[in-house]
Antibody, heavy 122, light 107 residues
């Protein structure tokens, strides 16, 4: 059974770039034709999808965040990463990575990391 | 659009049946997937596709769809079912979206 683990700084200063990595264990990031997504959850609020990447390198971002988001993948390390630029306090959230399903019918995100809290503050 | 709407809160008496709904234009074409999230934990996939349950999910959880709405039904709610529930789907562009979440209270 695959497991995902987020890592990265818990505190980021306003206007800087948030950088997180998700490490996949128990399976290969290139198997199964999955997408690999980032999702966030501000304190006391709901889930917001940020974007996904395929092991081929193709990406798709939430239009509301697209101008500030970059998701990349390192298949040799079995990791994928998130960069969010020009952060403000509104980007303070728990950030999750998840395995996302491919295909037309879309069967959701079946494996999630435990989440990592990122606070934007000077 | 991947915008999905849920009622903010629902309550159910212990052992009774409750339905949590999700509305959105994308649901006319694509399935809703459902997640359970307890405080301080990551979401868990409960229902995906046409009423399918991942291994380990109790059969008291079921899903359905009609028109632009989808429902998660819990038949015989247990105390441990008290949690936040989120629907999720995609749109024609490939965007993923989540509903705002429904807080379920088991009385």
């Amino acid at each position: 059974q695959e497991q995902l683990q987020e890592s990265g700084p818990g505190l980021v200063k306003p206007s800087q770039t948030l950088s997180l990595t998700c490490t996949v264990s128990g399976g290969s990031i290139t198997s199964g034709d999955y997408y690999w997504s980032w999702i966030r959850q501000p304190p006391g609020k709901g889930l917001e999808w940020i974007g996904y990447i395929h092991y081929s390198g193709s990406t798709y971002y939430n239009p509301s965040l697209k101008s500030r988001v970059t998701i990349s993948i390192d298949t040799s390390e079995n990791q994928f990463s998130l960069k969010l630029s020009s952060v403000t306090a509104a980007d303070t959230a728990v950030y999750f990575c998840a395995r996302d399903s491919p295909g037309y019918y879309y069967y959701g995100m079946d494996v999630w990391g435990q989440g990592t809290t990122v606070t934007v503050s000077s | 659009s991947s915008e999905l709407t849920q009622d903010p809160a629902v309550s159910v008496a212990l052992g009774q049946t409750v339905r949590i709904t999700c509305q959105g234009d994308s649901l006319r074409t694509y399935y809703a997937n459902w997640y359970q999230q307890k405080p301080g934990q990551a979401p868990i996939l409960l229902i995906y596709g046409k009423n399918k349950r991942p291994s380990g999910i109790p059969d008291r959880f079921s899903g359905s769809r009609s028109g632009n709405a989808a429902s998660l039904t819990i038949t015989g709610a247990q105390a441990e079912d008290e949690a936040d529930y989120y629907c999720n789907s995609r749109d024609s562009s490939g965007n993923r979206g989540f509903g705002g979440g429904t807080k379920l209270t088991v009385l």
